[in-house]
């Protein structure tokens, strides 16, 4: 939903009663992972998708539908490989989606929720999706913050309430969305009741040093991603907001000085870009970023500038395991020249390290497409997630 949140928010505040269609698990090869959402209002407008278009047409009367009942409602949409074409669900895959009616009597948290999405603060719904204990539950959530949490789940749910507050704030901190299950009273060893449990954790940050014309592509792409990018450079002629609109903030301050007093904030999802290939600027911020948690460190440059860069880092005291954790020349191989296409290689080089992919053109490689884990090397735990 983070995706659709402005349509959302501007529904909610309207006071007007819309559908949310919510991708809640998946099998093989689906359009979209679970999180994916799509809103219908009262009148047939959408905002979002759930499949790419496969499943679209069949959601979106379920939607209708939904809103004139006021009733939420579970769907499974998947078919074989062989048959999937004839209905439109040309991924062969399985998605499992669930419906509901939203207004403010349904759901008088979710100005909250949003609030606290914009605002980077980390926040959970889970939502009831499956009860067929008849305490017809289907529908009820709760919103589950690191510190208190909100929401009722009908007679007798105390017990499911303690246990699901629990494990809803384990799968925030690791910002895993997705299916839980208990028995009809919160029992962990049961399975009949289904909870989705969607997270919002802070979108994660790119910080790009180096205010120049790439970066500004690099900083625009970034944020299409879904990261919170930062842009800094110590040259206040080129750091400016206008040349940097995308961007989130923009900093004036040598790179190194910045990132040695934001440290703390860097963790195992953060992406750090040096594209000043100036060894004044990208010796000492590289150093610096050796030394944090960083999820991905890459450096523009040459062949040449690279190898001169490595010896500088060396002289530096840079050890040879740190220098393993640097991306540099910086992206894959594309053929990029210009910036927009060079930002599109850093992009895909962010994917391929995060998944594991080989890289390679997908008419050479058999398998899956969609990957579920890092193949063949995992990546530190959470890099580059963005909960939709």
Known sequence: MRDIRAAVSRLY???ETFALATVID?????????????????????TGSVSGGCVEGAVYEEALEAIRTGE??????????EEAFSV?????????????????????????????????QPVAVATVVADPSGADRVGMRRVVWPTHAEGDLG??????????????????????????RYGADGQRRGDELEVFVQSFTPAPRMLVFGAIDFAAAVADLGTYLGYRVTVCDARPVFATRKRFPTAEEVVVKWPHVFLDEIADQVDERTVVCVLTHDPKFDVP?????????????????????????????????????????LHSPIGLDLGARTPEETAVSIAAELVQVRWGGSGRALRETSGRIHRETPDPEPVPAGFGHVQK
């Open 13 to 15: 505040a309207s006071g």
């Open 26 to 46: 998946t099998d093989k090869s689906a359009p979209r992972g679970p999180g994916a959402a799509m809103l219908v209002s009262a009148s047939g407008e959408v």
């Open 72 to 81: 939420p409602v579970r769907r499974t949409y998947g078919y074989s490989d």
């Open 88 to 120: 439109g669900l040309t991924c062969g895959g399985t998605l499992h989606m669930f419906v509901e009616p939203i207004s403010r009597d349904t759901f008088p948290q979710l100005g909250s929720v949003i609030g606290a999405v914009d605002e980077h």
């Open 155 to 180: 007679a007798g749910g105390g017990r499911l309430a303690d246990a699901l507050d629990d494990d809803v704030r384990g799968m925030l901190a690791q910002g895993s969305t997705g299916v839980l």
């Open 285 to 325: 911020v590289i150093k610096a970023a050796l030394a944090t948690r960083a999820g991905y460190i890459g450096a523009m440059g040459s062949r040449r500038t690279h190898e001169d860069r490595l010896d500088r880092l060396r002289e530096a005291g840079v050890g040879e395991e740190q220098l393993e954790r």
